[in-house]
DNA sequence: CCTACAATCTCCAGTCACTATAGATTCAAG
DNA sequence: CTTGAATCTATAGTGACTGGAGATTGTAGG
């Protein structure tokens, strides 16, 4: 365990943006990590796994508030499994929903789109189909 | 002509709350509406429409930005119409790549949920999965 | 005319998840 | 020892609203 990362190399290893450990670490889903004598913050290889878990999980769609009952449940081992696969289950309900909205949305746009392909005709529908889309 | 509307009729007509007209008229998508001796707004029919169009192609997601450019076009119908499908296409080829996206992240979620379906298992992958996830 | 109460007014703070900037210090390499 | 990169704190900005406080006004019933 001679792992000591600064805050620079976290970011590196985790594909994350500086400013956004720090913020992580104000809303409290990064604990408050050890300083060097002059300030400094030092993460070790446990606050890797943890940040990269929380990207994963952002990237995955998961709100902070979902990330942080997601990261409570790790410490309750016991009955974590039924609690996550219902934030996974949920998440995945939304998933479906917000995939079928943008599904007719793109109907519509390619509708609109194709109203006028680009021509130089000076009244069109792009306008007026987009203030008569039923959306 | 007789038409004179308050804020809140128009909010009910158009499905719009209050505050976010007069947020629209501070960001300058509505104009400043003529006022009442005391100080209330008074809007007509063309604001109706104008309002009707924001929120139709809010609900289609464009931006803002992209509803100023489209209603700054309506105000030179002669070269409307390249410009506004540019517009539509291009949003169009977002909300692609959007739906792409969240049906990979769809397929990701139902591989995590099934993981574990809801059992009293007391070590499943649902955590696992969520941090090894390649998103 | 008076009393309620609903609607409107302005101004400001909060949301979410960051991102960016300024100005001061500190670290690491040559 | 100097230079430049990295870090520090603190604060403000983003987008698109939403909500509340506190004051004023509009309207309907008695």
């Known amino acids: 365990m001679g792992d000591a990362f ?9 594909g994350t943006k500086v400013p956004t450990i720090r913020f992580y670490e104000e809303i409290g889903l990064l604990g408050t990590p050890i300083r060097t004598a002059s300030g400094h913050r030092r993460y070790g290889s446990g606050d890797v796994r943890r940040l990269a878990f929380i990207r994963s999980a952002r990237k995955l769609g998961f709100s902070t508030e979902e990330i942080r009952s997601l990261l409570g449940l790790t410490e309750h081992p016991e009955q974590s499994c039924g609690a996550a696969s219902d934030i996974a289950r949920r ?3 939304e998933v479906e929903r ?17 109203v006028c392909p680009g021509s130089n005709v000076s009244d069109c529908g792009v306008i007026a189909a987009i203030a008569h889309s039923p959306a």
Chains 1, 2 share one sequence.
């Open 6 to 14: 600064t805050i620079g190399r976290l970011a590196r290893d985790t």
């Open 91 to 93: 998440h995945l309900g």
């Open 98 to 114: 917000h995939i079928e909205q943008l599904i007719k949305l793109r109907d519509e746009l390619r509708a609109i789109s194709t």
